[in-house]
């Protein structure tokens, strides 16, 4: 990055412009550096000899950082550093799984959840496919996979709220929905106060469920930092920050900031190739650390990966 850009980047965290009203279109270009000559699909897998892990890196605000070089990232695989052999910048169509919680918990939070999926279909792309699964006492797969985002808005302004809280079971259900989008990058979105009471499948289940998907899971929510704390926002984050994702907390900010943040992540996200130093092919869960090394002059910058893969096995 020349001198000019790593400036105009301090100068966008230290002076961000209003938030409200600006142009988040999706963008189609892509960046790359780099680039291998037959680029696999950006999400956290391996073959024979190749990692490749998509990050999104933000400030201690939450924002998004664009602009960064493959210098200013650290790859350690089972705590093991690895040479970064390629990196690019992605902006490619998204398979969308919404996980809409609408038990009784909910209560009056109804609207405000209904209104944030609203702004996300403002700026929703055509290009993009999306579902949507609904949950109370149990999930029910309400939209399967469509390009008509206006299918899932209608059934999300029609929910009323109701029953027990069947969360981990509905996020069983959208992470094997989610793999039959054809899209190269997927993402589930849950929108919950964070309950769970009436589930069949355990914590271990739908973490293991997440994790042999491509799928980054965003949570939006109660924050877990709220005076007195808060295990619902404990628990959508642990889920988020599990797959790559993040929670949104939905505490006091503007419901276009909250879709905003999600889109932006979803379309601009770097992308990582590493061959890894242990070829072993024995089926084990290997541990993934990404470390950021800011450009002079930026503050701490704040990466999110998905936390690791399993290797090939014979």
């Known amino acids: 990055m020349n001198r000019i850009a790593i400036w105009l980047a301090a100068i966008s965290l230290w002076f ?14 892509v960046a790359a550096k780099n680039r291998p000559n037959t680029e696999p699909n950006p999400t956290l897998r391996i073959t024979t000899d190749l990692v490749q892990v998509p990050v999104t890196v933000t400030d201690k605000r939450g924002r998004p950082v664009t602009g960064l070089e493959k210098e200013n990232f650290r790859v350690f695989d089972n705590k093991v550093e690895q040479v970064i052999t390629n990196f690019a910048m992605d902006d490619e169509p998204v398979g969308v799984g919404f996980v809409f919680d609408v038990s009784g918990s909910i209560g009056g939070m109804l609207r405000q959840y209904q209104l944030a999926a609203h702004e996300f279909f403002k700026v929703a792309d055509p290009d993009d496919d999306f579902f949507l699964v609904v949950f109370e006492s149990t999930p029910k797969l309400a939209v399967p996979l469509t390009k008509n985002a206006g299918d899932i808005e209608y059934q999300i302004m029609m929910s009323r709220s109701s029953g027990m809280t069947a969360l981990y079971d509905a996020v069983y259900m959208a992470a094997n929905e989610v793999k039959k989008s054809k899209a190269s990058r997927k993402a589930l979105i849950l929108i919950s106060d964070g309950g769970e009471n009436h589930s069949r499948y355990s914590f271990g289940e739908i973490k293991n469920a997440l994790l042999e ?89 704040i990466p999110h990966w998905r936390t690791g893969y399993y290797a090939t096995s014979q």
């Open 213 to 301: 998907t491509d799928a980054l899971l965003y949570s939006i929510g109660p924050s877990p930092d709220t005076v007195g704390g808060d295990n619902n926002g404990r628990l959508l984050k642990q889920l988020a920050e599990l797959t790559g994702g993040r929670l949104i907390a939905i505490n006091g900010q503007g419901l276009a900031d909250l879709a905003q943040k999600i889109i932006i992540d979803l379309r601009n996200r770097y992308v990582l190739y590493y061959s890894p130093q242990d070829k072993t092919r024995d089926g084990r869960f290997h541990h993934v650390e990404i470390q950021i090394v800011p450009p002079r002059g930026l503050p701490k910058l």
């Open 16 to 29: 961000p412009p209003a938030l409200h009203g600006q142009d988040i279109s999706p963008r189609r270009k």
